[in-house]
């Protein structure tokens, strides 16, 4: 069991890392780690905490989610995901709340990479990912209006709308010279992938917004002027007290941050299995995630997650091994030692327009136009899901969309459920009954597909077409894989019926999971083992046995060579 959990850290070790991997890494961990600054300076800005928060939780979680973690390449930290439940904690109940809610989400994370529900967190459909991922980006681009175009919005919070107008009713206080400087980062971000990929193109839009701010001396508001100096240290740890009404309180933010951990690791974790041509431990992974974002707030950082776009850049520059991302979070550091002080004269302009391409990458908005396209469930799901994280809240969002999504495909499986009577048989089927003679007085019902809740009143309303009761009911189950409570429920209510109008109950070819089910649940003995056959054939000369009838012996029909070996299989 414990070699499922052991990091790609400890693997990579032993395997041996050759020294041009070694060195490979290490400048990939530095490309990422000068790639990652401004962005978890922007992310913790947008978030509505310290920008030198954003750099501990890229410090501290990265360190950790590449030491710890399911993936060989994966580069966590502060992420876009978190910008919209981050700032409404943190208006809500301030950093404490947060740093609270982070450690819980932390501890349900390492329980479901314990739990081994790595694998489930992929289940969750993809509309639904698109449309919180897509109203998250909507909402990033609108809540960066403002410093891009440097206005003095006074009502800023509220509703989605509500800040809009606000936007609208601040319009009169433009500045030229935040949009100049704004406009010049959209540039430079848009033309220097085209020059070269070698120098990302976040690092030399602040580097030379900076300086032209600084050196013309232009009137924008900077990371100085609006939060002070940023600190050259980490800071001391420290453990936010918890009680159990702020457990209670915080419980329904503190999942919405799990999920959105865990969904965009395992996202980003699988784009990077695409890219190197391995395969994650996702139960490891959400384990690190677990444990960054339980370490994050105690150094004063934020939730953190697998950051696809930094892991592609990881990847892109050469990192093979967790040691990349290990030196991705001490460039950091050094970064944050040595040359902390020199970002308070960051314009403001120049981190809004980085986020608003970050936003338009993270929108998604070519799968979203698809989707559009897609069956009216799935559809549904993406527009409730987007509408909600736009308009309502990120947390019921993803609570509405998770129960949206469940009842929809449960539906789906329902409707593959189908309960028949013997007459419609295919012919080309070997073990049908068109071939076979059906005694006068006896009924043969068949179900096709899972037998759950979802399906049990399709099989009663079926039971319901027998005008007359039938002196015997062959139920056949061959195709049955599975069965529930609610099914095994109405199975019982069929039992208590057909001894009530005099009936017979016979089953045929039983697989095990409802077989065991039926034990359980103690049908079995109330239905009686002599009434439970193999397949269809013994179960109509049980049934010819039951009205006092000769038996027919068990037809050879034609089956191909292949399937001759699966003949004795449930039929």
Known sequence: MFTLFVPESVR???????GRTLTQDIMAGIIVGIVALPLAIAFAIASGVKPEQGIYTAVVAGFLISAFGGSRVQIGG?????IIVVSQIVAQYGYQGLAIATIMAGVLLLIMGFSRLGAAIRFIPYPMTVG???GIALIIFTTQIPDFLGLTVTEASGTFLSKLFAYANASDTLSPQACFIGALTLTILMVWPKITRKVPGSVVAILLTTCLAAFLGLDVETIGSRFGSV???LPSPSIPKIDLATIKQLSSPAFTIAMLAAIESLLSAVVADGMIGKRHNANMELVAQGLANIAAPIFGGIPATGAIARTATNIRSGGTTPIAGIVHAATLLLILLFFGKWATLIPMSTLAAILVVVAYHMSEWRFFIKLLKSPPADITVML?????????????AIEVG?????????NRMANLTTIKRWRNDPENDPHSLAGRVVPEGVEVFEIHGPFFF????RFKDTLRMIRKPPEILILRCRHILMIDATALRALEELVEETRREGTQLILSGVHAQPLISLEQSGLYSAIGEENIYANIDDALNGARRHLGLQEVPRPLPFIPTVARERAGSPA
């Open 132 to 134: 919180f991922t897509s």
């Open 402 to 410: 998770v129960v949206l999504a469940s009842v929809l495909f449960m």
């Open 78 to 82: 502060p992420t876009g995901a978190f």
């Open 231 to 233: 600190p050259s240290s």
């Open 454 to 457: 979802g399906a049990a009143n």
């Open 384 to 396: 409730v899901t987007f509408g909600l994280t736009v308009f309502v809240d990120l947390t019921v």
């Open 12 to 18: 990579a070790a032993r395997e041996g890392i050759s």
